[in-house]
């Protein structure tokens, strides 16, 4: 009886083992959110392609949501010429008259973007620094 119970510990400490070695082992690589959620952006010359493009990847642009297949909403955000092809989505210098900007702050009824439990949301920081590139004209840069 005691070879049984010795036996079975064993195997539960090897799967605790396994469990824990994987568990830490992994990043998310998949969304990649607790590495961009640990990037500033500046209050001032955001750049798109340091700054804007990798919150609307990792964030946004997942399978799914606002890649070139689905479009939902029929936005896409994988590239700048997609997101800012519509100006009542991103209007240049205007971040208040922006749809983009509505919806990441959940405004006029529109469901908060990303959408709660999907995604880890956007932080302050990253809304903020989309107004202000959407402010500053939502430039190709």
Known sequence: MNL???????????????????IT????????SEDIDKVIIPSSNVSF????FPVFNVKCATSGCHDDAT??????LTSWANATIDPSVIFPGKPNNSKLVWAIEGQSGIAPMPPIGFIRPLTPNQIQGIKTWIAEGAKNN
Request: glycine share 8%; proline share 0%.
């Open 49 to 52: 392609s340091q700054y804007i």
């Open 71 to 76: 479009r939902a909403g029929d936005l896409s």
């Open 4 to 22: 049984k119970l010795s036996k079975i510990y064993s195997i539960l400490s090897f799967l605790i083992i396994v469990y824990m070695l994987l």
């Open 25 to 32: 082992g992994c990043k998310d690589t998949v969304t990649g």
